[in-house]
């Protein structure tokens, strides 16, 4: 279904009818030079391939203050006082920008969408209108929900933690808070629901069981899981890992960690990733390394695409704008068949002083066109160049004989030392790696 430009009564970006594709000569900084949503790539849609969402909190909820500032960004939806009253103007504003830009998915934790009510029955009753208002917008502009999740990080509350809090009854506020929106993800019709463990690791090991507080967590997803499948849930539930920040460290560590905190708790078979580039930055990892070894694992579900600074040690959350570091990527997405549930959701936020409206357009405009044009030299990578049989001739010595009786377990140790005895001198093999990268560099045109 294609998207139909949905407003509320009030137009908050008059400057822009709906962005659309004009191709690489267009100077038009409100539309797309490679993002051609029709565009067939391998037989599939860039549509289809991507399935791009907005983020709501960074988009319509940042404010751009920080630690050092108050907010700079006078977002004309942030004004009413009533909390329901703003809840409704910022999502017609949301599903404006969301809609002009042609973007099929959106992307929410409950407190983007509505504040929390003084009680938690206040909260519930709440979020049950922004449902019913999310439908309704939802239906008139064929927006769909890439995923739902739980802001169990914000509220002074889960200071110490949620599902790893040492005090049970903050644990049960943040199951009851899971629950509801659980319940709204179904309700939307949400492909994913996410678990970002923000607080879910520790300030210090010295006040800390941790042990105990892993445990702890696997008990709570396993919950989260159950209620969800007995719901009807369908969708596939998401970690996104993260080694740092706000904890010194969190126990979502990187793609590794988690894959085996699923297994260990049982829960790989509803459970995927959710990659976030800054995030792999950050644990000393490439974007690409992570994709990798989600992909391996079987567990490769969504990303947040976003980029950080080399020179920072923090999530600065930038829009993706690194065509390497994509490019990168996309060939490991596209080897591994590409999204099936997951999506590619800018969770990235405009700069501090980007304070005009048309920021918002531009940097998701940027950030579409750098994974198109990542696509593109990524898919004729693996169809014209010698990239894979590069690679796969590397491992020619497992395809057949003693290194493939090896590879099927037919082989024990003193098996190796009688071969490494008859094979005699070992050749010198180059990796090549500068010709790999010289592949990629040739293919960005
Ligand atoms: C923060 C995370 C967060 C999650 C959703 O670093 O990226 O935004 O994506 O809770
Ligand atoms: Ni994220
Ligand atoms: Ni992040």
Redesign the pocket.
């Known amino acids: 279904m294609s998207i139909h430009v949905t407003t509320g009564d009030k137009i908050y970006f008059p400057f822009v009818e709906k962005v659309e594709f004009e191709g690489f000569d267009s100077d038009n900084p409100l539309a797309y030079k490679y993002y051609d949503e029709n565009r067939l790539v391998g037989g599939k849609s860039m549509k289809d391939h991507f399935r791009f969402a907005v983020?709501y909190?960074?988009t319509f909820c940042g404010n751009g203050g920080d630690p050092f500032g108050t907010p700079t960004k006078n977002f004309p939806w942030a004004v009413k006082a009533d909390a329901e009253a703003l809840a409704k103007e910022r999502m017609d504003a949301a599903f404006e920008f969301i809609s002009k830009l042609g973007v099929p998915f959106y992307?929410f934790?409950d407190v983007d969408v509505i504040d929390e009510g003084t009680t938690l029955l206040e909260s519930e009753q709440r979020m049950r209108k922004m449902v019913d208002y999310a439908k309704q917008k939802q239906a008139a502009s064929g927006i769909q929900l890439l995923w739902g999740?739980t802001?169990l990080?914000s509220h002074p509350r889960y200071m110490n933690g949620a599902a790893t809090n040492p005090d049970f009854q903050v644990l049960a506020h943040a199951g009851a808070r899971v629950k509801d929106m659980i319940d709204t993800t179904i309700e939307l019709g949400g492909s994913n629901y996410?678990f970002?463990g923000?607080r879910e690791g520790y300030l210090s090991l010295l006040n800390t069981n941790m042990k105990r507080e892993i445990e702890h967590l696997g008990r709570f997803l396993q919950m989260a899981r159950d209620y969800g499948r007995k719901m009807g849930f369908t969708g596939d539930f998401l970690i996104?890992p993260?080694p740092c920040?706000p904890t010194k460290h969190q126990y979502d560590y990187d793609a590794a960690t988690v894959i085996s905190f699923l297994r260990q708790f049982g829960l790989e078979k509803d459970f995927k990733l959710?990659l976030?580039t800054?995030?792999a930055t950050l644990a000393s990892h490439t974007f690409a390394h992570e994709l990798q070894t989600a992909t391996d694992a079987g567990m490769f579900g969504s990303i947040?695409a976003n980029r950080g600074d080399e020179q920072n040690g923090w999530?600065t959350?930038q829009f993706p704008s690194n065509l390497f570091e994509i490019t990168e990527a996309m060939l490991v997405i596209l080897e591994n068949g590409g999204f099936k549930k997951g999506g590619v959701?800018f969770?990235a936020k405009t700069r501090r002083n980007s304070t005009d409206l048309e920021d918002i357009f531009y940097a998701h405009i940027g950030g579409m066109d750098t994974f198109a044009r990542a696509l593109l030299i990524a898919q004729a990578i693996l169809e014209k160049s010698p990239y894979k049989k590069l690679r796969q001739e590397r491992y020619a010595s497992y395809d057949s004989g003693k290194g493939r009786d090896f590879e099927e377990g037919k082989l024990t140790l003193t098996d190796l030392r009688q071969i490494a005895l008859d094979g005699g001198q070992i050749k010198q093999i180059s990796g090549r790696q500068e010709l790999f990268e010289n592949i990629i560099n040739q293919y960005i045109r």
């Open positions: 983020a909190w960074h992307c934790h999740t802001n990080f996410v970002w923000g996104e993260k920040e959710n976030e800054n995030h947040d999530d959350d959701n969770d």
